[in-house]
């Protein structure tokens, strides 16, 4: 099982996930290009959708692996339904949390724009505050800011334009009743921008299973580790009544 993380985030994210499946599963979590550790190449065409999917192709040849769990949360969410939609000869399981904002919402593009624009010209710690920790307090604003910080700000920028900013709504997606892999979607309840694409990823896959997970908000996986760890448990099982990921 790949799991990805969203915008900003990095492997670290899915360390719950990967403890709890250990026992049934080979969890394999990265970061991202132009997030922690992972390279952030300068140029803005290293960002485009084509990159982050080639990435995933690159990660199952590094581990010499022909097919398995992929999955992620909003941004890797995003992409592994690309990765699927493009190798679903290589996909044995689905797992799609928090889809992200699409371009047909009318705030979200150019909020992903001026963002871009905002760590170029104030800098990431000034942008951020604005954009995205300035919402939250305590130790959750602190947390959310370092793990920003830890990123290349001219990548993330990169990021917002080439592939956060031109996200398509699920019902705009061509292919989606072609999926055949065991699907799982999983939302937080409280996750209003997330739960209108995720219901339409549940309706329009085939067999996909949604869950709307109560009291949870956009960082499902986190705020509610053991429910999520279990739909993750299913998927693996279905995944697996399916034909062994090799």
Known sequence: MVLGHGFGGSARNFRPQARF??????VV?????????SDAPPDAASYRPSSFVADLSAILDGLRVRRAIVGGLS???GIALRFTLEHPERVAGLALSAFPRA?????HVPWALEFARSIER????VAGERAIWGRFDGQARELIRQGFLEHQPQALAHVLRELIAIQPAPAAIPGL????APTAVIVGALDGPSLGPCRTLGRRIPGAELSEVAGAGHVVNLS???????ILSRLVERARSRGEPS
């Open 21 to 26: 499946l250990a026992s049934v599963a080979q």
């Open 29 to 37: 979590l990265f970061d991202a290009r132009g997030h922690a550790r």
């Open 75 to 77: 941004m890797g969410a």
């Open 103 to 107: 371009v047909d919402e009318p705030e």
């Open 122 to 125: 104030d800098g990431l710690d």
């Open 177 to 180: 009743e072609s999926i055949r």
């Open 224 to 230: 509610h580790a053991a429910e999520y760890n279990r």
